[in-house]
């Protein structure tokens, strides 16, 4: 979906891009480990040793392999109930991308009707719409998130709508703005003129023309989800035990860190690789789709 | 000026006024009420449970609870806790301060060790130096800062043994309260030994705190250097013949400053999110500890007050941030 909407504007376009994005070696290394991710995560059954749940009675806080103690049937160690660590991260990689795609999704389709609905009716609704993002934007994103979820009640499902409706004010905004730019454009006029409903000048003729920076911030916004998250699955706010959630593992390993480093350093590696993946994809996207940057 | 300073202010009224109504709605969102949804899985005795409703005013109509509440909040009775029975407004301001210490020196150590790199990697641009500092600020802006926090409790607490895991002070020295923050109630005790205690239990969370500040400091220095650099001025300035480093000192990063203080102001909320889960980790006794303990405490009255309060703090910090530009830059008064 992503490349074809780049691929919109003229032929050539795509081949533009890649030049300038691949110029970008961050992001390409971004682009590497996304992909690894989301291949890991279809083949989880496959590439996985384990199945996430199953605990091994002998093998309770096992060391990595190349550790004194360690077993090459578990690459990097067992947990607290013999439960292998590798085999949860992989799992864990396929919730943490089903979660930022399901909260990014939600976030960006009702941002996106929101924003064009602001940029559209203008007057009473524009400025009531944007007060109230301005007032959601007065709480700093986690304290509502934390506060959302207080309320639903914890779960990772409740956790996934927190972060959705934290994240709103960023899409909304953004649509809003960049759709005000395409509004004054002639081809706008003409269309109009032409006959076209509202709707289908919303949708069908406005929206493609804002995607470019949609499409950054939703990948920056997939970070920033994940990341969120796993804030509130360590708070215990988020997933419940014993699904292989990162950061709900991280809070599962607080009471015995300090003997078995290991159940520790690897879930909170998986969510910061992760993180950066999307965050270094989502940076050289920006400087390759900003004309203003392209050299 | 002052018609800037105005309007600026009047607007915060509407905006104060929408948030109580944010805040007070959500928690009329919760199942049931809050009294039926703290009394938990043992359940509560119907006229206890109609007293306490009529004792909190729950047994209004939602129009005229709100009117009270605002009229509350007004008066600045924010409510007291279901819990410890305290005004929610004595509990922050009993734990505001070790989050204002804590986010101050979080803060400063950011500023302290973010300018300097950025400006290094500006003037040195497309070194080692400038892609090795671009890594690092990127790695620390996707930190997730409650491992990063855990992480360093375990290498420089556990296996190092060079700080105390979590706290405030150590429990063989007492303070006196006196501003609440910590480093300068020791100071103004003498003891030597408390003011090392407190530092030494400060000095770890104020850099896991400041760890994704530091790296928007510096990314944001180098870019708004590299701006600056390439200006006309500068040229000017290098061709009288100044020296290179009072070129880039005094005559860059005075322009280049202006974007990087109001992102500074900014990261208030930033500060505060990162606050919750530090404060979390390290066991800190401040607002963000307070807060997630009240969630999990369903201490409803101090969640709706305590965020409340925080996010007035917030509003109170971006009017200042604005207010402080308009000053700056002239052209965004009228």
């Known amino acids: 979906m992503l490349q074809k909407a780049i691929t919109v504007p003229t032929p050539g376009a795509l081949r533009l891009f890649w030049r300038s994005f691949s110029g970008n070696r961050g992001a390409v290394l971004g682009l590497a480990i996304m992909l690894a991710l989301i291949v890991t995560a279809v083949f989880a059954g496959i590439v ?17 392999a190349w550790e004194n103690g360690g077993t090459t049937r578990f690459l990097l160690g067992t947990d607290d109930v013999g439960r292998d660590i590798l085999s949860r991260l992989i799992y864990g990689a396929r919730l943490s991308l089903l979660i930022g795609a399901a909260v990014v999704g939600l976030s960006l389709s009702i941002g996106v009707v929101l924003g064009l609905i602001a940029a559209f009716a203008g007057g009473v609704v524009d400025v009531a719409l944007m007060r109230l993002m301005d007032i959601v934007l007065v709480f700093p994103s986690l304290l509502l998130a934390i506060v959302i979820v207080a309320i639903l009640g914890p779960g990772l499902f409740n956790a996934m709508l927190a972060v959705a409706v934290v994240m709103l004010p960023s899409f909304t905004r953004l649509t809003r703005a960049s759709a005000m730019a395409e509004l004054s454009r002639d081809y706008v006029t003409a269309t109009r003129a032409a006959g076209a409903s509202t709707p289908r000048l919303m949708f069908d003729t406005v929206l493609p023309n804002c995607l470019a920076p949609l499409i950054v911030q939703a990948t920056l916004g997939f970070a920033s989800a994940i990341l969120d998250a796993a804030a509130l699955g360590f708070l215990g706010l988020g997933a419940q035990p014993p ?53 | 000026m002052l018609r800037y300073l105005l309007r600026r202010v009047a607007m915060i009224v509407p905006t104060f006024v929408a948030v109580t109504f944010l805040s007070f709605l959500l928690i009329h969102l919760v199942p049931g009420d809050p009294i039926e949804a703290r009394s938990g899985q043992h359940g509560i005795a119907t006229e206890r449970l109609a007293e306490l409703r009529h004792e909190y005013g729950l047994d209004q109509p939602l129009w005229r609870q709100f009117v009270q509440y605002e009229q509350q909040v007004a008066s600045g009775d924010l409510g007291t806790s279901l819990v410890t029975h305290e005004s929610v407004w004595r509990e922050f301001l009993q734990f505001f301060p070790a989050t204002v210490e804590l986010s101050v020196c979080a803060l400063l150590f950011a500023v302290l060790i973010g300018l300097p790199l950025g400006v290094i990697a500006a003037v040195r641009r497309g070194t080692v130096l400038d892609y090795g500092l671009i890594g690092v600020s990127v790695i620390g802006a996707s930190m997730p800062i409650f491992w990063w926090g855990l992480m360093a409790i375990l290498i420089f607490s556990v296996m190092l043994g060079w700080t105390p895991v979590s706290g405030r002070i150590s429990d063989l020295y007492y303070v006196e309260p006196v501003t609440g923050f910590m480093l300068i109630d020791c100071w103004f005790s003498d003891d030597v030994g408390a003011c090392r205690s407190a530092a030494s239990h400060l000095i770890l969370p104020a850099i896991v705190l400041g760890t994704i500040p530091l790296a928007v400091v510096a990314r944001m220095t180098r870019s708004a250097m590299l701006e600056v650099l390439n200006e006309d001025y500068i040229r000017t300035a290098r061709a009288k013949g100044l020296s290179g480093a009072r070129v880039v000192i ?29 404060e979390t980790v390290f066991a800190w006794p401040g607002i963000g500890h307070w807060m997630v303990e009240s969630v999990l405490r369903r201490d409803y009255p101090v969640v709706q007050g305590g965020l409340l309060l925080i996010a007035a703090l917030v509003m109170l910090v971006n009017l200042g941030v604005d207010l402080t530009y308009g000053f700056l830059n002239p052209r965004i008064r009228r």
């Open chain 1, 48 to 64: 996985a040793p384990h199945a996430p749940d199953e605990q091994f009675r002998d093998y309770f806080l096992t060391p990595p």
């Open chain 1, 243 to 295: 699904t292989p959630e990162w950061g709900t593992m991280l809070a599962g390993a607080l009471q015995y860190y300090q003997r078995a480093w290991w159940v520790l350093t690897f879930p909170g590696l998986a969510i910061l690789f992760t993180v950066l993946a999307f965050n270094l994809f989502g940076d050289g996207l920006r400087d390759a789709l900003d004309p203003k940057l392209r050299r």
């Open chain 2, 250 to 278: 005094v005559h860059a990063l005075r322009n280049a400053l202006i974007p990087v203080v109001t992102v500074i102001g900014l990261m208030v909320g930033t500060l505060l999110s990162g606050a919750i889960l530090t």
